[in-house]
């Protein structure tokens, strides 16, 4: 039998999510009104959980791919992450927010044997609207590179965008 912190980590429910149904189901009287359903936010966070659990549910798998430069005891600097091997890569090329994979099921040459396509998504608030400037202009270009070898990229504002 699965628990629920089982269940909820597989399904990218975050803990809170969790802590605030189980106050629900305990405050559920017959003599108390219901409880007030907030509408989700259209910032960063909100969007990424948003996009983490309709992929889950599409039988994905995304993680954050977070990069960066760090320096080591001797001061020296110690780049991380994908598109990062360089500065001057990085402004070329920026990792998307999320990575991961999608499974495929090709046919008929390979029938029944599943395959995984490199999912990676550019988490961005509800109302974000494409500039061409900036930031943008690398990440837009990893989208295309990933795309460009068979992969699936791309900006993603809320559900709908996996």
């Known amino acids: 039998m699965t628990t629920l912190a089982e269940w909820s980590s597989r399904w990218n429910v975050p803990p809170a999510a969790i802590e605030e149904l189980a106050q629900l189901i305990k405050d559920d009287s017959p ?23 309709e992929a889950s549910q599409k039988g994905c798998r995304l ?11 001797n001061g020296q600097p110690v780049r991380f992450g994908l598109f990062n091997e360089s500065a001057k890569l990085n402004k070329e090329l920026k990792c998307p927010d999320l990575i991961g994979i999608r499974p495929v099921l090709i046919k008929p040459e390979y029938v029944g044997r599943v395959f995984g396509v490199f999912l990676a998504r550019e988490i ?11 930031r943008e202009v690398a990440q837009k270009n990893a989208c295309e ?10 900006f993603a504002t809320g559900p709908g965008t996996i």
């Open 31 to 53: 003599d108390k009104p219901p409880p007030t359903v907030r509408q989700p936010a259209d910032g960063e966070k909100h969007v990424k959980q948003a996009v983490r659990l």
């Open 63 to 73: 993680w954050p791919c977070n990069s960066g430069v760090a320096f080591n005891k």
């Open 124 to 134: 961005k608030h509800g109302f974000w609207k494409y500039t061409g400037k900036g």
């Open 145 to 154: 590179l990933i795309i460009s070898l068979g992969g699936d990229a791309g």
